[in-house]
Nanobody, 122 residues
Framework: VQLQASGGGLVQAGGSLRLSCAAS????????AGWFRQAPGKEREFVAT????????NYSDSVKGRFTISRDNAKNMVYLQMNSLKPEDTAVYYC????????????????WGQGTLVTVSS
């Protein structure tokens, strides 16, 4: 499956953005999906994941209550709604998918998109 992330940009602290990830080349409902992020000089870290059906989700503690992951299998899309953004949310955000795992570990995801940059100004 191929993934294409979009929706990043520059936003002020306290603002909102919605990231989108378009999937192609596979039966998207067969894959769990996740969002990860990588800030300059830091390792890529887990943000959120969603099960194949969309009924189960999991978030990192740093974004819980502010970010919401969702999916539309009919449209082959995954979304990350980001509210109450903070400067520390600044990073390149990546969408990922896997046919086996519902996981917080980046090693468990076989497919990755190219990333979209989110910059939060103070």
């Amino acid at each position: 499956v191929q993934l294409q992330a979009s929706g990043g940009g520059l936003v002020q602290a306290g603002g909102s953005l919605r990231l989108s990830c378009a999937a192609s080349g596979g039966t998207f409902s067969s894959y769990t999906a996740g969002w990860f992020r990588q800030a300059p000089g830091k390792e890529r870290e887990f943000v959120a994941t969603i099960s194949r059906s969309g009924r189960s989700t999991n978030y990192s503690d740093s974004v819980k209550g502010r970010f919401t992951i969702s999916r539309d299998n009919a449209k082959n899309m995954v979304y990350l709604q980001m509210n109450s953004l903070k400067p520390e949310d600044t990073a390149v955000y990546y969408c990922a998918a896997d046919s086996l795992h519902f996981s917080r570990r980046r090693e468990d995801y076989a497919y990755w998109g190219q990333g979209t940059l989110v910059t939060v100004s103070s």
